[in-house]
């Protein structure tokens, strides 16, 4: 894994921050509290989420920020080829957010949890197997020396992962206990069978008895229900005979009735019938003023119609001279815009030419703008890049030229006596190939003077060649305003002819015949007139309503002479039917007593039934217990079984984390090893772990248990990285990128040195190296140097890059 860019927005302290890592060993460098930290916090939460973050989602916002802030992180790395790039942001309530996955500038997941279970299993680590492996966090380069044995084992096994086979064992473990607690728990809760089978037994012999007093109750039931049968239809009979004595005496009660309000009804229709007579003899001597009322009606709406003709004859009329008017202005424009349309053409052309040349040249000086800006940035970073080398040459040596032959080697602490002329000889070689180079590459960076005079060149043709396109364009401007009014006008010039031509055939379809004279006159006449007419209506309303009186009066006089008949009809029927009052309510009494009878015995029954009923209910419980007994019976053999397995599984859990802490030690003595070896440039090359997990150097086959400052540092830097190894190729990463964060902890300034050169000698392994401290001094160690500084008054952090020239200037 590579990390490429981090960008930062209102997260925490840093409100916009970009930083882009380089390769080699780079130091972030800031006072405490400066927020260095922060920046890998920052990469673990763009990864991971929330469960990588200190307190919660909500607390990230930076603290001055405004309330809506956008709170982002932006991670762009590397791994197997592919460009990654991970973007996570947070909504204004903190709760929720964002999150989108890009491989290779393509979408590959969105969603906060979904990005998280992504980048888990491109990594193949969870957050807490990638912080053990790729980062060493304060004072961890002697993270054991305060620890026993044992905790040195656990330590290491917990950074590993086989915490997480430890956990499996306890919970194998408490689900054997708890399997144990619930057999206790059955075992007790067991019934006794032989009580089982008497209750039994019992609650048979109390369902035999229900039984038969159930067969009791319904011999009863049958004989009360034969005596209420033969009553029946006896009382049926009575029951229908009062039924239709009841009707008939209602109906003749109800014809009665109806005679008194018909020979009321034919006193009313006689009154009215007289009254008709009069209103016929006053409309007949109303007629001949009707007649002349509606001759002179029909005339006045005939002059009406022709009213309204004679209105809309005068509206056409003003709306054909104004159209003819427009149309006389809008020929005589026509007349002074012809041509417009070959000038537009023309300039049109023209300009189409002049872009053409105008792209042309802008495409020739944007290419020679960039070709120069591209060598001159490329010679001045390989003169800046060769500059640092050779300062950073320069300084070791006079280090060296100081110590003399007493000097002691960086990396062993050893005298370099005899070896010093050798050594300060191939430091000479180094920094003259680094001037020579510096040299020719400053001389070309001059050359480069001959671009602006061809740049110069082509700027005054591009503005000569915009300013003739500016005046074209506004001549074509001009040109499409007269070719757009001219296309307008033609439109309207046709439109209004059409318009003219409705106009003129409308007027001439109008009728004509209409007097005003004529018209007031019959006016008047209908106003005259008006009373007589209304009267007529309403004498003629009242007339229309004789041939319905005379009808009903024919009706109601043939309901009188068929009421009083039926009425005689009615009086022979009830005579006829012999019924007798006080016969019918002597049955009624002697019926309802067996019905209540009846009644009492079919509840008895229903009650003998209920005893049977729960006699077969405590029954049909007894063979349940007895049933749950055997099912819990079964049960109990089935948690037995379980909880073997489960002591079993236990005792497998207890072998297997034996045999996998027998198997650190060797593995992690041949990675430290190797690491070792390469740090020392060779001097040792064996690191053996003793039982109690405490590391010894090997010196030519044989221990050294005293070794010195920087031998120790050296030690635990190796052993460190060997756990972190271990645990990445377990992952199936390749272990590329390491960070350090103020692994210094008390270390003098030599072994600080000691220690940052002995990451120099891992950049072969290690394409990245991090290292996070607040020291100041070892900015002239690394290879790349990042400040992060905070502003008391904002109560912000910023990330600066500075050369060590800079540096040497502040000090100045």
Partial sequence: MKLISLELENFRQHRNTSIAFPDGVTGIIGPNGAGKTTILEAIAWALYGAPAVRGKNENIRSIVSEPNARVSAVLTFELGGHIYKITRSLEASGRGGQAVLEADGKALRSGMSEVSEAVTSILGMDYRAFFTSFFTGQKQLEFMAA??????????????????????????????????????????????????????????????????????????????????????????????????????????????????????????????????????????????????????????????????????????????????????????????????????????????????????????????????????????????????????????????AQSGRQGVCPTCERPLGDELETVLGRFDAQIEDTNRRISALTAELEGLSSYQLNIADLAKERDRLARQLEDLRKEKSRADAKLSEFQTLARDAQLKKSQLDNLLKRLDSLPKGFDQARFQELQKIGEELRPVRERAIALRAALDREPSIRREEESVAAQVDELQTRIVELEGSIEALGFSTEEHESLSREFQEAVESLNSAAVEVERRKGEVNGARLVLQNVEREQCDYEDRMQELRLKRREHAHLRVLTEAFDRLRTELNNGIRPELEYIASELLSVMTDGRYNVLRISEDYKPVVVDDGEEKPVISGGEDDIVNLALRLAISQMIADRAGQLFSLLILDEVFGSLDETRRHNVVGLLQNLKNRFEQIILITHIESIHDAVDNCLWVEFDEETKTSRVVERRVEDLVEAVV
């Avoid at 309000?261 to 409309?283: F, S, V």
């Avoid at 056409?316 to 427009?326: M, P, R, V, W």
């Avoid at 020739?364 to 001045?380: D, F, I, M, P």
């Avoid at 003169?383 to 080398?389: G, S, Y």
């Fill in 147 to 400: 620890l026993d044995g044992r905790g040195r084992e656990a330590a290491i096994s917990r950074m590993l992962g086989y915490d997480r086979l430890t956990k499996a064992r306890e919970q194998a473990n408490q689900d054997r206990l708890g399997l144990e607690r619930e057999i206790q728990g059955l075992e007790k809760g067991l019934p006794d069978p032989y009580e089982l089978a008497q209750r039994a037994a019992a609650a048979q012999e109390s369902l035999k008895a229900a039984s038969a007093a159930l067969s009791e109750a319904i011999l009863r039931h049958q004989q009360v229900a034969d005596k209420v049968g033969k009553l029946a239809p006896i009382k049926e009979e009575l029951d229908q005979k009062a039924k239709r004595y009841e009707e008939l005496t209602r109906r003749l009660e109800m014809d009665n009735s109806d005679l008194q309000r018909a020979k009321q009804r034919m006193g009313q229709l006689r009154q009215e019938l007289d009254d008709l007579d009069a209103k016929k003899r006053e409309l007949e001597s109303i007629l001949p003023d009707l007649k002349r009322y509606e001759e002179a009606g029909a005339e006045y709406k005939k002059l009406k119609d022709l009213q309204v003709y004679e209105a809309e004859r005068q509206q056409l009329s003003g709306q054909i001279n104004a159209i003819n008017t427009e149309i006389r202005r809008i020929q005589s424009r026509l007349s002074e815009l012809v041509g417009v349309q070959e000038e537009e053409r023309k300039l049109s052309e023209a300009i189409a030419e002049t872009e053409k040349q105008l792209s042309s040249l802008e495409e020739q000086l944007r290419l020679l703008r960039e070709e120069h800006v591209a060598r001159k940035h490329t010679l001045s970073a390989q003169i800046e890049q060769l500059e640092k080398q050779n300062a950073d040459i320069q300084f070791r040596r006079s280090q060296i």
